[in-house]
């Protein structure tokens, strides 16, 4: 009983990340209608940012926010500047312009940090959450974040008046336009929240699988899988996708005869286009209906 408690909590905090990073693939999808190939890369360039940051002598805390700051800016300077002049190009089109932005930071992270693996400190430590083996107090601090930021968004999304107008813009965008709501710069303050979520997941899984170019490939496409299951179209449920995913991924691994660290990702997908047969929508998402 003691293993299976373990493995669910180690998979609740491993499912924050998830969430975190499918929070920011949701974001994205409900403003322009695609996947964000580019996520993973982004948050990884915004790790880096706030790493050298505090190369410079800058404390943890004002790194993270400053980082968060400028990933913010830097998602609607990429929007405005690469995706803006293809929001009525075809699909593959967008698709093209998303991987070649991963590329492109790819890249660039790389030719300034060089791609040696770095350490990446923690604020939360790594002794036992209060006292108890199961759960260390990195794994709490992801956990908290991520059912924190999730509360920050409801009461934006509910409360506010820029968090009403995106939510119109993203379901009813002519509508919007009707009654004065700037959709085309409701869609660049998403893609600048979707680039400091996203950040702020790549800080969170920083200390645990070390800084390098290439460290958020399989988070984003466990973001991906968490989105997917939860509803492209909930926010909520991406969050309780990424922390099923992190449970699932955790408890097959160890229960399931075979599967090791190299097959958890296929079990974890074969779940999901399960799931995805009996529920399209996921979850938590709305049906969407067309009028032909």
């Known amino acids: 009983m003691e293993l299976f408690t373990n493995q669910v909590l180690a998979g609740i905090a491993t499912g924050a990340i998830y969430a975190c990073m499918a929070l920011a693939v949701v974001m994205i999808y409900q403003a322009i ?21 505090m190369q410079w002598g800058i404390p943890y805390w004002w790194a993270f926010l400053a980082t968060l700051i400028i990933s913010f800016a830097g998602g609607i300077i990429i929007e405005r500047l690469l995706f803006k002049p293809l929001a009525k190009a075809p699909v593959l089109t967008n698709v093209a312009g998303f991987i070649a932005l991963f590329a492109i930071v790819n890249s660039v992270a790389g030719l300034i940090w060089d791609f040696t693996i770095k350490q990446y400190p923690t604020p939360f430590g790594s002794s036992p959450f209060l006292g108890s083996q199961l759960i260390s107090t990195h794994q709490a601090g992801m956990i908290g974040v991520t059912v924190g ?3 920050l968004l409801y009461l934006f999304f509910q409360f506010t008046r820029i968090g009403l107008a995106m939510r119109a813009a993203a379901a009813m965008p002519e509508s919007a336009r009707l009654v004065g709501i700037n959709t085309s710069w409701m869609i660049a303050l998403g893609w600048g929240m979707a680039s400091a979520i996203g950040a702020i997941a790549g800080i969170l899984i920083a200390p645990v699988v070390f800084l390098e170019p290439n460290m958020m490939g399989g988070v984003l496409i466990y973001g991906f899988a968490a989105a997917v299951l939860g509803g ?61």
Not at 34 to 48: D, I
């Open 33 to 53: 209608d695609h996947l964000n190939f580019a996520q993973g890369e982004m948050a990884m360039f915004s790790t880096f940012i706030s790493w050298q940051l």
């Open 232 to 292: 492209l179209t909930s926010p909520l449920g991406a969050v309780v996708g990424g922390f099923l995913v992190g449970v699932f991924e955790n408890l097959a691994g160890t229960y399931i005869p075979g599967v090791g660290n190299e097959l958890k990702l296929p079990i974890a997908l074969a779940l999901i286009i399960t799931v995805l047969v009996l529920k399209p929508a996921g979850l938590f998402g709305r049906p969407i209906v067309k009028r032909v």
């Open 149 to 151: 930021l999730l509360i």
